[in-house]
């Protein structure tokens, strides 16, 4: 697997306390790869590694095939959470301004913003200062500064803090448009649908530790667990339900008398399904029988709850 970063055994500590555990992981390129956890699990310590912010005191982190050097930074792009903005520029002097610290010349950053001061419908926004700004404006202007330059990994700490929908749903496109012109993308959130609809990939810290990495649809794999949603057209639904509910574990389930339709969520004891759908089959007419596949989020408070039961 080609990966843009891998962090090798990467630990931390700030005194007695671990921010990070024999931490390692691997970024495959071209991808958006999601890194969850609760807070203080040590999200932010191992962003703030990979910027060269701080560093670690044990482990090796590797970019592009090289080991991280403080010129990989150029092509390393990080939105923070807490963005940082000054509130009195205005801001085209600061888009500037930053763009030019990033390396890029005055007229090529000119021309880069303007592309993008269009893109997102901002250009008469210029000659504001940020403090004029709402949270969601100075956000779009947080994200041209940190993607103005092009790098090979972009980090974002949850990029749609401060968006209504209609906006966070504009990042999200611009987000899968960088991913398809080559980006890679570390995506920190705890928002679990942004995770479904963006990351190909995930990893999940814990108190310091990594316990969950991988590619999501692999892990949704592993974590399904033989749950299906009936539906059925049946006259003796009651009967029929309670007959079921004998031999399977019934999660749920409604009949509607009237209509003589039975819904109902069953639990398999294996993968098998053919001998119930026979059965389903003799008792009446079955119009849908679908797997139901646990979500980021079931994964996410099912693994972190069974680690901390056992620490």
Request: glycine fraction near 6%.
């Given at each position: 697997?080609?990966?843009?970063?891998?962090?090798?055994?990467?630990?931390?500590?700030?005194?007695?306390?671990?921010a990070?555990?024999?931490?390692?992981?691997?970024?495959p390129?071209?991808?958006?790869?999601?890194?969850?956890?609760?807070?203080?699990?040590?999200?932010?310590?191992?962003?703030?590694?990979?910027?060269?912010?701080?560093?670690?005191?044990?482990?090796?982190?590797?970019?592009?095939?090289?080991?991280?050097?403080?010129?990989?930074?150029?092509?390393?792009?990080?939105?923070?959470e807490?963005?940082?903005?000054?509130?009195?520029?205005?801001?085209?002097?600061?888009?500037?301004?930053?763009?030019?610290?990033?390396?890029?010349?005055?007229?090529?950053?000119?021309?880069?913003?303007?592309?993008?001061?269009?893109?997102?419908?901002?250009?008469?926004?210029?000659?504001?200062?940020?403090?004029?700004?709402?949270?969601?404006?100075?956000?779009?202007?947080?994200?041209?500064?940190?993607?103005l330059?092009?790098?090979?990994?972009?980090?974002?700490?949850?990029?749609?803090?401060?968006?209504?929908?209609?906006?966070?749903?504009?990042?999200?496109?611009?987000?899968?448009?960088?991913?398809e012109?080559?980006?890679?993308?570390?995506?920190?959130?705890?928002?679990?649908?942004?995770?479904?609809?963006?990351?190909?990939?995930?990893?999940?810290?814990?108190?310091?530790?990594?316990?969950?990495?991988?590619?999501?649809?692999?892990?949704?794999?592993?974590?399904?667990?033989?749950?299906?949603?009936?539906?059925?057209?049946?006259?003796?639904?009651?009967?029929?339900?309670?007959?079921?509910?004998?031999?399977?574990?019934?999660?749920?389930?409604?009949?509607?008398?009237?209509?003589?339709?039975?819904?109902?969520?069953?639990?398999?004891?294996?993968?098998?399904?053919?001998?119930?759908?026979?059965?389903?089959?003799?008792?009446?007419?079955?119009?849908?029988?679908?797997e139901?596949?646990?979500?980021?989020?079931?994964?996410f408070?099912?693994?972190?709850?069974?680690?901390?039961?056992?620490?």
């Amino acid at each position: 697997m080609n990966s843009i970063l891998v962090a090798e055994q990467i630990t931390k500590q700030f005194g007695p306390h671990f921010a990070l555990k024999n931490v390692s992981l691997e970024i495959p390129a071209n991808s958006i790869y999601g890194l969850l956890g609760p807070n203080g699990a040590g999200k932010t310590t191992l962003i703030r590694i990979i910027n060269q912010i701080t560093y670690p005191d044990s482990g090796r982190v590797f970019f592009n095939g090289q080991p991280l050097k403080a010129e990989h930074i150029s092509q390393i792009g990080y939105l923070p959470e807490e963005r940082g903005l000054y509130k009195s520029m205005k801001v085209g002097e600061q888009v500037l301004y930053l763009a030019q610290l990033k390396g890029l010349s005055k007229e090529e950053a000119k021309k880069r913003l303007r592309f993008w001061f269009e893109r997102l419908e901002i250009g008469d926004w210029w000659n504001k200062k940020i403090q004029e700004l709402s949270k969601g404006m100075a956000q779009k202007i947080q994200f041209i500064v940190t993607v103005l330059h092009e790098p090979k990994l972009l980090i974002f700490d949850e990029p749609f803090s401060g968006f209504d929908p209609i906006n966070a749903n504009i990042i999200k496109e611009e987000i899968l448009q960088l991913k398809e012109r080559g980006t890679s993308i570390i995506f920190s959130t705890h928002r679990m649908e942004s995770v479904e609809e963006l990351c190909e990939y995930i990893a999940l810290l814990h108190n310091a530790e990594k316990i969950l990495d991988g590619k999501l649809s692999d892990i949704k794999k592993q974590y399904k667990n033989n749950i299906y949603t009936v539906g059925m057209a049946i006259q003796e639904g009651e009967t029929f339900l309670k007959e079921l509910t004998e031999k399977f574990q019934i999660t749920s389930s409604a009949f509607n008398r009237k209509e003589a339709q039975l819904q109902f969520q069953i639990q398999l004891p294996t993968e098998d399904t053919r001998p119930l759908l026979t059965h389903l089959s003799s008792k009446g007419t079955v119009h849908n029988f679908v797997e139901t596949i646990p979500s980021a989020s079931d994964i996410f408070i099912k693994t972190v709850q069974s680690k901390s039961v056992y620490e």
